[in-house]
Every structure is written in structure tokens, then in C-alpha cells.
């Protein structure tokens, strides 16, 4: 993704909110084992996924949507959902860019992110998730030179099945969760990544999430793995259009880290959240897990200024002695949106260590929630933890809220919690006034400070494009 | 540069300025002196146009124009400065980027390019300097930790990079050893020029060894009840603010 293509994900009034008129091939509202049959058909997939799907199907009919997230909104009917969506002639997936029809290229150009390599940021390959398909790979074959697999996952089911089969799951079961299920039935389409043993990744990856047609769902599925040794880093963007009705976006994301590798995680999510009123937004509701295996790093760094709300929980399950996990968030609501975010670090292995630095801010009527689990079982001896939860208020209106967990079973392990919670107060902001800045710079320059530890783990080049979507998105906050 | 006619001010619903005029003219430096709560602080807000400061008579022009009717940021933009009696902290902040910030809003108000980094940062470096700070405090957040001296000589720094058309000092000498006292008077005296003009709100005459001001005035209760020169601070000096109430 392109500086610009950030640019573009943080516009000023929701910029990426426009339509793509684009015929589609959209499944009617609905779900049953047929639909999934359906979508695996459209897809040619192999016989093992179909009954992987329709089994993840049955466990989620046993399952009942949570209701411990500190969030609030009308039960979603899930027979008014349309579960595949896809471009006219796209269903096949990804061809060459000289078959995707223009206007889908021009809705990635309106949105920053050109898809013909000679226009692309040089170092970063592009997968373009529009709807329910992956429409296009930029610079593959230059990633094919170092042996680095990075597809849709459709198209990883048919080329590299058994890559799929061994790690599909593996880290987010199909039973895990309500949504996890929800999404291993109907996932569509998503990114796959595979870096080969002691391959340290030539360039960034990313993928830019795009809705499209209204009353569908996204339920993308992303799965990388990184074999030995190897590093790589990724980045995924997204973005909406407006829309009056809520939208589901139910994904998962499994992190698969071999002995010795890392993977460095990035997340600009700026779906639409949703207008000043609270009608409509997406519901982001997303799953996304890492395993560390011995020597492992993993690290999360998302930044979330979208969506009506979002329930999510990177989290890294450190399974290998020595292993490394590490979740860096920032999450901002404005108006009526509700966050409920944080992570999960389970500590399995010897000397794990694991570090979480979240930031919430709050404006508007909004509320914004922090949930931590930092479990330690009895083996993980010598294991650390670092918690860090501090939130931020603009206005009087709006509400922060800290739910950390601790469950620890080793009496070696050194766990540290620290939380603050402070508000923008009247004097800075006039302090910044009389020093010539309007209240919403001020507003912004206090905000960018506050995620400054948080920020510094994004790649370089999306660190202050992230200060501009949270100036963005506190549009109407003050004054 | 300034003119105050029969101002009333309110802060939280109370009468706090009750009448108050003042002249300024270009190139002058006046200092305002007079008794804890007579208003003093009050006119320096209500200038630089702090919200919940609410104005119930009276006019205000700053260079020709209606101050009144100007945003906070807006009077800044046009020149207006306040030195904070009591500087807030903004954590996270670097003074760095603050100053910046302001220095450039103030550039694009003018229709200049803003500043390129490398001139800014030597300048800063400079000012830090010249106010006997380590420019390592740059990198620290604004006012963040800094001891009471620290935060006023913040404030210079601050007066010195943005060169305004008139500059409103709030006690900027309080709490300052008698080294640092030299340092804000050869700040302010490096800002004097014929074309700005200074307001130095102080308790002590001391300053106003160091810097001369053309005018003296005494406020209590809302109001200017006496002007003279320099020689009305050694009087106050001599026989406290008592005396004023007493000749009236
Ligand atoms: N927010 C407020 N609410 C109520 N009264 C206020 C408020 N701010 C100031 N005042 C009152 O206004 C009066 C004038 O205060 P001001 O700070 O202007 O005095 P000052 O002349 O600067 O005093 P000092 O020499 O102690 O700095 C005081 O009586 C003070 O208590
Ligand atoms: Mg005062």
C-alpha cells in the first residue's frame, strides 16, 4: 500500500466512502449448507475444504453470538445477509490485470493504491480484496525469486493445498469462536502468505480490504506462515463505503511463526464508521491469532479509527521456549462508535516474553473499551509480561473502560500491569490557541503524542500518514 | 497598537474587570503592577481571548482591528502573545514539535512558507541558548516535568520564536533567581523595537531595573486607578499598594 493509498484511507469526510457501480454476482440473503456448498463450488475447491466448511457450519449453529464485549447494538439477522458477492467475470479469481475490468482498477486508483506494478511504491506488493474475491497480486513474481508465496488464499487452495491443509485452523479452530466459525463456513477470500525457510521477505506485503456491495458480508481469511528463521513484515488497510445499514465484516487472521522467524503485523483499519448520528458503520468483528513456536517473534501493531464497532483481540499464543509476543494499539472513537479491543498473550513456553502497549482515546458520545488476557500456564516458567493501558478523553461525553486479566500459574513468571487514564484538558488546548494553532491541530498534536510508542512500530513510511487518519477521524471533536 | 476602553470582563459569571482603559502605542513597554486578585492576570486572558472569559462592555483594538470579535488563535496569529503566569504541561508533546507547530501556523497566516527544519531547529537551539536552557529540552515534552523557573523560561522561548507585535508578560519574573531575572530582561529588551510593544505584568520593581518601562499602572479591583512612570513603581515599592487607596 502506497503513502497515497493511506492518504486516502484517512481523507477528510470519509473520502473512500463512494460506491463502485460495478455489476455483481451476488448470492440473495441467506445462509445454509447449500450456500456454502455453493461458494466452495464457485470456487473449485477440493473436496476436504468443502466438508471442512460445512463442519465449521454445524458447530456454529450449537454456538450463540458473545454478549461479554462492552458493546451495544440491535442482534444482527444473519438470514439478511448475503454471503458472496464478487465482480462480474472475477469469480474465477485473480487473472492477469489486463483482464480486470477498468472500473475496478479505477475504484483502487480513486482509492491510492495503483495495481500496475510499474505505478505501485516500489518495495510493496499489493493483494486487492474487493468484496468477496481477491481481484489482484501485484510485483508476484518478483516475490516468486526469493521462493515467498503471496496469493489469495483461493488460489493457495489450488496451488499449494497442502501449505493449506497442514496450517489452515490450526491457530483459530473452526469452533474458536461465534464469528471464527461463522467465518470458517462462508470465508471467501483472503490473503495467503508463505516466506521459506532463513527468507528474509524482499519487500513489504499488504492487502487493502474493500466493501463493495451493500447487505453483504466480508469474511475474508488470511493465513501466513512464516518456515524457519525467516522475517517478514505486513500491512493491511481497509475501507467502505457509506452506507446506512450496518455491515458484517467477520474476519480471521492465523500467524503461523516457525522456530526462529518473525512477523510483524500491521493494521490500518478505517471501514466506515458510521455517520455523526450513529446510523450505519461496519461491525468488525475479527479473530486474529498468532502462533510463536521456539526463538518466534510476533508482533501486532493495528491502528483503529473505523467502524461503527469493533470487537477484536490480536493475540499470540507463545508455544515455544523463548518466544516473543507483542501487541501495539491504538484505537480511537468518535460520535457513537464502540471499540472493545486488546489481546491475549498465553504463555506456554520457557522465558516467554510478551508486551502490550494500548491506547485508547475517546471523543464524542463514543466508548472505547481495553480487554486484556495475560494467562501464564504452570510449565512457562520465567515468563514476563508488560502491560501498558492508558486512555485518553476529548470531551465530557465519551467513556474509556479497562478490562485487564491476569491468570498466572508459575511462580517465576513477573507480570507488570500499569494503566492511566487522562483527559485533553481546556488550558492545553487554549495554551495552543495562544500560540496560533486552531483547536483541532491542537486536538491532533495531543492525540499524535499520546500514541508516539505505538506509532514508532508501524513502517516508517505509514507512521505519519497513521497521525493523519486519528486528525482525520477526531474531525468535530472539539469546538 | 492597543486600545482599551471602559472594559468589563466576567470570569464564571463574576465581575472581574470593572472599567479598565489603556493605551498603548507602538514601541512602548508598560507594566501593570497592583494587589493578588485585582484582575491583572484576568486582562492578560481576556486579551488573548480564553474561553469562559466573557466580555460585558467595553471595546478592545489591537492593531486597528476589533479584537473582540477574534478567535483565540486568530489574535496569536495576528501577534498577540501571553507569557503564562502558570504554563501548562502538554505530555507527549515535544517542545520541538510545539514550537514548530505555532511558528508555522503564524507563517502560513502571514502567506509565508514554513520554515524549513534545519534553520527552525538552529534557531530553537539559539533561543535555548540565549534563555540558559539545554536545547535538549527540544525533546521534551512542553512543560513536562520542568521546574517553575524551566516553564517561564519556556515561555521566552516561545515569546522569542514568534516575535509578536505585542507581547504580555503574566509575572514571568516570579519565582526566578536573580541570574534568570537578567535572562528575561534581556529577552524582553531584545525584543524591543519600535514597532512592538511589551506588557509586563510584575510584583517587583526589580524588573523594571533591567527593563525600563515607559509607563506604570496600578490596577485594583478591575480598574487602572493610577499611571506614572517609572518612579510610581519605586513609590509603590516604598509604601505599598495601601497608599493608592489611601490618596483616592
Ligand atoms: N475561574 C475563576 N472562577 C472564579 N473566580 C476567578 C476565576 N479566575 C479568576 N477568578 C477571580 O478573579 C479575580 C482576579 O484574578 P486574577 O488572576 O486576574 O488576579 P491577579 O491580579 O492576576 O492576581 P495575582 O497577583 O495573585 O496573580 C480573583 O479574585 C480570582 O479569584
Ligand atoms: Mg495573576
Redo the contacts between chains.
Sequence with gaps: MSKQALNHIINNEYAAGFVTDIESDTLPAGLDEDVIAFISAKKDEPEWLLQWRINAYREWLKMAAPDWAHVNFPKIDFDAISYYSSPKGMSDGPKSLEEVDPELLATYAKLGIPLHEQEALAGVAVDAVFDSVSIATTFRSKLAEAGVIFCSISEAVKQYPELVKKYLGTVVSQADNFYAALNSAVFSDGTFVYIPKDVRCPMELSTYFRINEAKTGQFERTLIIADEGSYVSYLEGCTAPMRDENQLHAAVVELVALNDSEIKYSTVQNWYPGDAAGKGGIYNFVTKRGLAHKNAHISWTQVETGSAITWKYPSVILLGDNSIGEFYSVALTNNYQQADTGSKMIHIGKNTKSTIISKGISAGKSSNAYRGLVKVIPRASGARNYTQCDSLLIGDTCAAHTFPYIESSNSTAVIEHEATTSKVSDEQLYLCQQRGLAAEKAVSMIVNGFCKEVFKELPMEFAVEAGKLLEVSLEGSVG | MLTIKNLQANVEGKPILKGLDLEIKPGEVHAIMGPNGSGKSTLGHVL?????YEITGGSIFFKGENLIEM???Q???NGL??A?QY??E?????NM??LK??VD??QE?KGEQPMDSVSFLRQAREMYKQVDLDPGFLKR??NEGFSGGEKKRNELI?MLM?QPALAILDETDSGLDIDALQVVAEAVNSLRSCERSIVMITHYQRLLDYIKPDFVHVLSDGKIVRSGDKSLALELEEKGYGWISEVE
Excluded: K
Design positions: 488573548a481571548g480564553r474561553p469562559g478567535e483565540t488563535e489574535r496569536a496569529r502573545f501571553l503564562f504554563p501548562v502538554i505530555p507527549g508533546v515535544s514539535e510545539f507547530a505555532s501556523a503564524l497566516h515534552g512542553v516561545q514568534l
